[in-house]
């Protein structure tokens, strides 16, 4: 593996670990916005956005776009969150040059009035279609009611009402706010040609106009209020908590790794056998996000109603019991065990390694190799881990709960 | 890419597979058990799947925590779970540390525990899954679709039935558990970073006295098929339909993929230019091919709000229906592609790799290499995929819809 980088005149930058014996290639434009760099006028916009970078440039129509991938046989898509918008594509290695003309060509759309109200109607759906997944909602409202008042608060799908009010002209304010070349980061894993990306991404985006963009990072201060959502057709309880992390920026995000897998892995954690040992609950698990400049633990349980009282009882039990005594060796040990095993697996791919180095540039302007990633992973001792716990107090955690249950 | 691929037999049944993968540290392994939901008594439907919670939760030596520390210790990514054909055992880990896996997967299907005391939270661990569908009207659909589509219980939900699960006791399935996994027709493949003589001589040291005779074979009856709709007051109106085609050992299999790729492969896709890209109606709408021993299927699904569930059912059956009028040679050439590039990428994965080792054993009883598949796809013509569409015709569907309101099928 070995890992270059530079920068256009416009700012753009490229970034690449190039590792020769993989027999795929892949390849990301990291754009820094996202929900948190929307105003209420515009809920919804970066991602609305994301899908009409799909619907053509001056170059090729909509339906270009997607032949060209397919044609390519590209394993592609896009995802927005509340602060990156991602357009990547998994290739054999014969269409590198091609994959990059192609994401850098509709990284400039033309945002075609017709177009914009056809995928209006598929955005409006999707909004449909996350109302009928119980777990997506909670984390979304939880969101809302953690960060009130900071911008990660913002709802990244929008509302149907901020969507239909939206205009054609404000997503192009939006995007000539935002999309600056100094703002992107492609970022490439696999077996890449490095010279021939900094020369097609060159060609590319050459043009791209640099300007100034900003983003308000002001300080988190978590809400921790209770809410219970009562929806009478629901058969199950969903509860998720959250509290405060270190950020993406932040030293202590190995550690805060390791704490989220002790509390709340899939298996062998805390969570697992106060909760799904028992069968208290049927779901429960505890993951860390790392954000820009915040952070956050998130939890979550399913439960039936009538153990769900019981359920976030234990839940917050395991918290403040962490807080006070922190994490065994064994525990710890186990914990790098699973993370170490699980990002070497991953890496494997170069597409599973793509969002580590895209978004470690993007946030961090670093890169770590994944040996050196798991040997910091392992430096990390119990008392750090336990000192976490006491410096972001899990206890004091926002809960939403969304089911039959009118209170818990 | 230089493919090693390895084949052993053990005298009670079991078949061991193996690749050998360069340039990775990883070694994944898959033992299938044909010991699936399919094979439920039908009083005791739901079976399997309680079983592959069950078996967890103690084995050998160790009790469920001891297991479960074990497993976390050596870093494996693993999994129990249970299908139509078989309960699975996956997992993926460093190479280095298989071995001292193998000794606890063995544990866990030779000897699991299966205790009174674990009985009863592995059994409510399922009947919670099957509860929360409700809340998944999605899920629920693709998966009351298969129950209708396919012969009577290959396609059975793998939960059973609420009534199914409570009556369920722990001796009785404990005595069902002891004589449904047993060697015969297991297969164990193993893809990565591995050391196939010493793995071989350590299967047949952990495995070569497994002795247990299987579950008894099924009786099949006829698929109950038909349109069914689940009146609910969703935001969606959730749309599935099946229609029949040829299983995985056909040699029409690679026909049937590419009209796949064709119908569903990206985003120019028919199904995805003319439901989502010219008309807005769906945001997920899709369909894909599965397939048992002896029966197959491809399966649509298409999500849409309420207003657009009639439109977006007629735009997608058209379009199922629409593809015996032709391919054209462009968009064949992307389909071969897409189809040659994800075979490719998936063999960069330890645990696709296995996966897929175990698949063509069941299927076709020999591994296939990257090249056979790759010179399969190329030899396919857009006449072989019309001739595919003509014998398996986008026709006699099973429905199943779930919504605040049924659909008109008449036209189907």
Known sequence: M?????????????????????????????????????????????????????????????????????????????FTSEESTVFYGAVVPEFQSPLIDLLGDILRPSLRGEDFDMEK?????????????????????????????????????????????LKRDDMQAYFDRRYSA????????????????????????????????????????????QTVIADAKMVHENIALMSAAPSSQDDDRYAAQLLAAIIGDSTGSRLYYALIDPAIADQASMSFDGMDQAGAFITFVSARPDRATE????????LADFCK?????????????KIASGSTLKGEVPMGRLTSVGLGWVYRHEYVPLPEQIERLFQVSTQEVAELARLYDLSAASVLALGPRESL | MDEQFHIEHLPNGV????QSMKDVSSAAVTFAVPAGSAFDPAPLAGAAAVISEWIMRGAGDRDTRALNDALDNLGCQHDASVVSEFVQLSSAQLGRNLAQAMEIFADILLRPRLEAATFIPARSLILQDLQSLDDEPARKAVMMLRERFYPSPLGRSIYGSVES???????????????????????????????????????????????????????????????????????????????KACPASDERFYAAHLAETVLSGGMSSRLFTHVREERGLAYHVSTHYHSLKGHAGMFTYAGTVPEKGQETLDVTVRELKRIVEGIADDEMHRARTQYKSATVMAGESTSARAFALAGDWYHLGRLRTLEETIAAIDAVSIEDVLDYVREFPAADFTVMTIGPNALDTSAL
């Open chain 1, 182 to 225: 100094g703002n992107v980061v492609v970022a490439a894993t696999g077996n890449i040609d490095f010279d021939l990306l900094v020369a097609d991404v060159e060609k590319a985006c050459r043009r791209w106009k640099h300007f100034e963009v900003t983003r308000d990072t002001p300080p988190v201060r978590g809400n921790t209020d």
């Open chain 1, 121 to 165: 109607n598929v955005i409006l759906d999707e909004i449909a279609r996350y109302e009928d997944q119980p777990q997506f909602k909670v984390y979304e409202k939880l969101m809302g009611q953690f960060f009130r008042g900071h911008p990660l608060g913002n709802n990244v799908l929008g509302s149907p009402e901020s969507i239909r009010a």
């Open chain 1, 325 to 337: 005594s922190g994490p065994s060796e064994a525990e710890l040990e186990a914990a790098k065990n």
């Open chain 2, 165 to 243: 699960l409570e009556s369920l006791e722990a001796r009785s399935l404990e005595d069902y558990a002891r004589n449904a996994l047993g060697p015969c027709g297991t297969i164990v493949a193993v893809a990565g970073n591995i050391d196939w003589p010493a793995f071989v001589d350590q299967a047949a040291r952990l495995l070569g006295d497994w002795e247990a005779p299987g579950p008894a074979a099924p009786a099949v009856t006829a698929a109950a098929a038909g349109v069914t709709h689940i009146e609910r007051d969703s935001a969606q109106m959730h749309i599935t339909l099946g229609h």
């Open chain 1, 311 to 318: 359920a976030l009882a234990i839940t917050r039990g395991v």
């Open chain 1, 2 to 78: 070995e890992f270059k980088q530079t920068q256009l005149s416009n700012g753009l930058q490229v970034v690449g670990e190039i590792n020769p014996s993989a027999a795929s290639l892949a390849a990301g434009f990291f754009v820094r916005t996202g929900s948190r760099d929307e105003t209420p006028e515009i809920s919804g916009v970066s991602h609305f956005l994301e899908h009409m970078v799909f619907k053509g440039t001056d170059k090729r129509s909509p339906f270009d776009v997607n032949r060209d991938f397919d044609t390519m046989g590209a394993r592609y898509n896009a």
């Open chain 2, 15 to 18: 078949t061991l597979l193996g």
